[in-house]
């Protein structure tokens, strides 16, 4: 079912319209070096197929898992020779690129350099930490996307029907085809491999077909109906109420029924700040980390840094101070308490302010004693208002010792 031309490519639709640069190169007849970027099964190596197939190069695949400098080097003076014998160019596809050492990457250079092949290197890593910097300036970057639900669901509709695939000897039910949608995790080469799988126990593909071929159950999870909200409101509610086991759970339901890990990873961010907040402050650097780590590497390993912030979520004391403190401020924004910025805390630095007084009677706190200074910083019509008011759980404690302190010095209390 490998497509053969950029047209039956399902997918990264903003690396395939008029003008882009695989357009241009599939074109144009100038060798072009490319560093294809994205996760498993995005079409990468169906790509570098393509652009052979269509511009009439030779196609020469090195596996960077078990090729070395005496390969690639072999590879490269083959393709100078079939250049220079025949004129005809030759597309060097690297599978998993990032696996190639210093020294292996370095032989990729010349070639590179002096457009002897038309190279292609696919990887699922950041390029940008595991591949040499003279190879990648040399090189254009494109990165791929994991497929939609649509993109899958796509690819699987045409696998059942075209003759390379089966051809119409099988049917598949509607919802074994969104169960296969939901396993496949955007990876169109898995979907394919579990259809595959199906088809050879029936004709007739049903959900228990699927549940027997891949050997793992349906998880009953409709992501834009009432199973979505309520395991995401269950989840939330378990690390709120410090139930790690259970928080746990609902994570690996929603991973395993295929929910976009960075929903998952939004939604413990705003509960770091929401519902930690000030109690442990470390708990949102553990949450935006894990949501790096998942943009970063995905699934499947990302749902090891899911689970440490969930646990890390779960475990520390609770705190929902910052969260009333932004509402009540902005609750009396809405009501029209607003006022003037007193004249001393304006900005004094455009000509003419002094004209105006801005900056006037400021004091600079690191001028005093503890960094600490008494005058007026609210608006008149909010300064007795109280928006942040902490609470004594956790780390929060010596926190609300503190801003008590400062709050009763700075009113002149």
Known sequence: MRPRTLDEVIGQRHLLGPGTPLRRLVESEAPMSLFLWGPPGTGKTTLAYVVSNVTKRRFVEVSAVSAGVKDVRAAIDNARRELGMSGRQTVLFVDEVHRFNKAQQDALLPAVE??????????????????????????????????????????????????RGLGGRATLAPQALEHLVRLAGGDARRSLTYLEAAALLADDITIEVVEKAVDKAAVRYDRQGDQHYDVISAFIKSMRGSDADAALHYLARMIEAGEDPRFIARRIVIFASEDVGMADPTCLQTAVAAAQAVQLIGLPEGQINLAHAVIHCAMAPKSNAVVKAIGAAVGDVRRGLIGQVPGHLRDAHYPGAAKLGHGDGYKYPHDFDHGLVRQEYAPEQVRDRRYYEPTRHGAEAPVADRWAKIRDFLRGS
Request: hydrophobic fraction near 45%; aromatic fraction near 8%.
């Open 114 to 163: 002096n457009r002897w092949v038309t190279f292609i290197g696919a990887t699922t890593e950041n390029p940008f930490f595991s591949v040499i910097s003279p190879l990648l300036s040399r090189s254009l970057l494109l990165t791929l996307e994991s497929l939609s639900e649509d993109d899958i669901r796509a690819v699987l509709e045409r696998a059942v029907s075209d003759p």
